[in-house]
């Protein structure tokens, strides 16, 4: 087992991954930027040193600073959180030349299926369904006629440089095609500066359902199940469940074994997600995968009882996985709402600033992972996640009725925040009934 | 004009108007007060070089960061002293190599490119200059120490 560990992160899941280590006794060092000089949670490393300036470039992103800082602190391993240097295949290669462990994955399996376009190709070649496409820059109208054929209607129009939901068209019709092409590809280049286009099929009201993967270095691989995070907002999740209410059982078990395989075939070892879209059909195609440990694990390790990033920590020092599929049983349901400093009437602008009062909720089967506290300064420089807050009831109804208790239980003043808007979504009748896909929060609210 | 009463209103005209920063300039001298922590009374007084007309800038809702020298929020600095800071993480060397004298000892004058240490990460060592001019007054780190991005590890009296 490691002696010290680097945290190379901040707020939430630097404290969580702290006392993760301190429950393995395992001795950590937290870093911090000049912005999060002072906070709260620092105090609770053995070691915290500042490594850099206020901006993330500046600090949690220059890989440089975070190895020397492991080498100062004579860290044995760095555990890279989510989101900054966490899938940075390069970074992790760093790491392991100066013989510090990169607590994720191998290198080559970062490289291999976190590469949207590496890892589609691998799913195709293990049968792993994709969503049907052109693969590739549409050339000419021709071409494009007949991938259109192949693909199927409706389809969309994506643009390769685009995002934000610009340069893109739905066709219904054949006969539309060629006017939604020429449009779409105006879009792009008006947008992107870059014409290029690609065609996918569309599928319409998608469900998001992901798959936890955890494996060891020793070839063992497991799934602990599914998170449905379709309640999102421009594609940033707001709500996640497990297990999913909107997929039956042969699809669930479809899943699993389809993001195990990917993950085999791979040689992975630690944590990752497989994430697909489900259609109203139950037909499921794997989008990506995530090669890291993710915000909404919490969901995961309530219905299943394992900490998974101790589970990481143990798999990254050799160790074998102390479970196997079948010692695996998922129980109860559970609920994860995400809290984030922003202001549901200035179309969630971020909010920055000092939050004076934090009383979050508690009670049987409830979790709160926050970095929040009365005092407690919330940058603008960094993601708005303020708490993460979960519930685990025996079943899906019960463990509702208890995220609606929480939430309005749960006060953090003055900043704005998204419980309001959580509030009327876990209230809603369609949340109830499961009968929602990733466009729902934005029509309904 | 850079006496202590005419400071003493200054600052209580700033938590009276919550303002965070206040630069004036009377004369050579030349102020910058700035309050990283608008709950505290204490600002921080430090002498920059550029000369800048007097201004004023009113709270923000978000806390601004200290950022002029990196000072802990209440420390009242010397006027007259400058402190080099690490730009990295890495370990201190005194010296070019351990059988030689160190760069520099209390006393010695500094040139902006006078070396004064030596930083060690990831097995390159970076040579550190001073960037201000005067004489060392006092180092604070030890040889083989490891410091931290923004540590200050000499004072320099200009």
Not at chain 2, 35 to 41: Q, V
Not at chain 2, 135 to 140: N, V
């Given at each position: 087992m490691f002696r010290r560990i680097l945290i190379a992160n901040r707020g939430e899941i630097a404290l969580r991954i702290l006392r993760a280590c301190h429950e393995l006794n395992v001795e950590t060092v937290c870093v911090f930027s000049e912005e999060d000089r002072?906070?709260?949670?620092?105090?609770?490393?053995d070691k915290a040193l500042c490594i850099g300036g206020p901006a993330p470039r500046e600090s949690y992103l220059k890989s440089d600073r975070l190895i020397a800082a492991a080498e100062v602190t004579r860290a044995d391993a760095i555990h890279p959180g989510y989101?900054?240097?966490?899938?940075?295949g390069q970074f992790a290669e760093k790491c392991r030349a100066c013989n510090i462990e990169f607590i994720g994955p191998s290198v080559e399996a970062i490289k291999l299926l976190g590469d949207k376009a590496s890892a589609r190709t691998l799913a195709k070649k293990n049968k792993v369904?994709?969503?049907?496409?052109?693969?590739g820059v549409l050339e000419d109208d021709n071409e494009t006629i007949a991938i259109a054929e192949r693909v199927g209607f409706p389809l969309i129009i994506k643009a390769?440089?685009?995002?934000?939901?610009?340069g893109m068209r739905i066709v219904h019709d054949k006969t539309d095609l060629l006017a939604a092409l020429k449009q779409a590809k105006q879009e792009a280049d008006g947008a992107f500066n870059n014409r290029d286009v690609y065609i996918e099929k569309f599928i319409d009201r998608p469900r998001h359902v992901e798959v936890q993967i955890i494996a060891d270095q020793h070839g063992h691989v497991v799934h602990l199940g599914e998170r449905d995070c379709?309640?999102?907002r421009r594609y940033q999740k707001l709500v996640e469940e497990s297990?999913?209410?909107?997929?039956d059982h042969r699809t669930r078990e479809n899943l699993c074994a389809a993001a195990v395989k990917l993950c085999k075939v791979a040689k992975y070892h630690n944590a990752g997600t497989v994430e697909f879209l489900v259609d109203t059909k139950g037909r499921f195609y794997f989008i990506e995968v995530n090669t890291r440990i993710q915000v909404e694990h919490p969901v995961t390790e309530m219905v299943t009882g394992i900490d998974l990033i101790k589970t990481q920590i143990r798999v990254a020092a050799g160790e074998k996985l102390e479970f196997d599929q079948r010692s695996i049983r998922p129980h109860g349901h559970a609920i994860e709402c995400r809290i984030n400093a922003e202001d549901p009437d200035e179309r969630f602008r971020p909010c920055a600033g000092i939050i004076e009062k934090f009383r979050p909720p508690g009670g049987m089967g409830v979790r709160v992972d926050s970095?929040?506290?009365?005092g407690c300064r919330v940058s603008p420089?960094?993601?708005?996640?303020v708490a993460k807050l979960v519930v685990h009831q025996p079943t899906r109804p019960q463990a509702i009725r208890s995220m609606q208790r929480c939430l309005r239980e749960f006060v953090i003043e003055p900043l704005k925040t998204t419980l309001p808007l959580l509030r009327r979504v876990i209230a809603h009748p369609d949340f109830h009934d499961g009968?929602?896909?990733?466009?729902f929060i934005e029509r309904t609210f | 004009m850079l006496d202590l009463d005419r400071i003493r209103q200054l600052v209580e005209m700033m938590v009276a108007n919550d303002l965070i920063e206040l630069s004036l300039r009377d004369g050579e001298v030349e102020v910058n007060l700035r309050?990283?922590?608008?709950?505290?009374?204490e600002p921080v007084l430090v002498t920059t070089p550029m000369m800048s007309p007097m201004h004023a800038m009113h709270a923000s809702p978000t806390n601004s960061p200290?950022?002029?020298?990196?000072k802990v929020p209440g420390e009242v600095v010397d006027l007259k002293h400058h402190e080099i800071r690490s730009p990295m993480v890495g370990t201190f060397y005194?010296?070019?190599?351990?059988d030689s004298p160190p760069f520099v000892q209390v006393g010695n004058p500094v040139g902006p490119?006078?070396?004064v240490c030596l930083l060690e990460a990831m097995k390159v060592f970076s040579e550190i200059k001073a960037e201000t001019s005067g004489?060392?007054?006092?180092?604070?780190v030890r040889d083989g120490e490891a410091v931290e991005y923004g540590q200050p590890l000499f004072l320099v009296r200009p």
């Open positions: 002072g906070a709260e949670y620092l105090r609770l490393a989101g900054f240097l966490a899938e940075n369904p994709t969503i049907p496409g052109s693969d390769s440089a685009g995002g934000g939901g610009r379709t309640l999102q297990p999913s209410p909107g997929i970095y929040g506290h009365d420089r960094y993601d708005s996640l009968t929602i896909d990733t466009g | 309050r990283p922590n608008p709950k505290s009374n200290p950022v002029v020298d990196g005194a010296a070019p190599d351990p490119s006078t070396v004489t060392i007054e006092r180092i604070l």
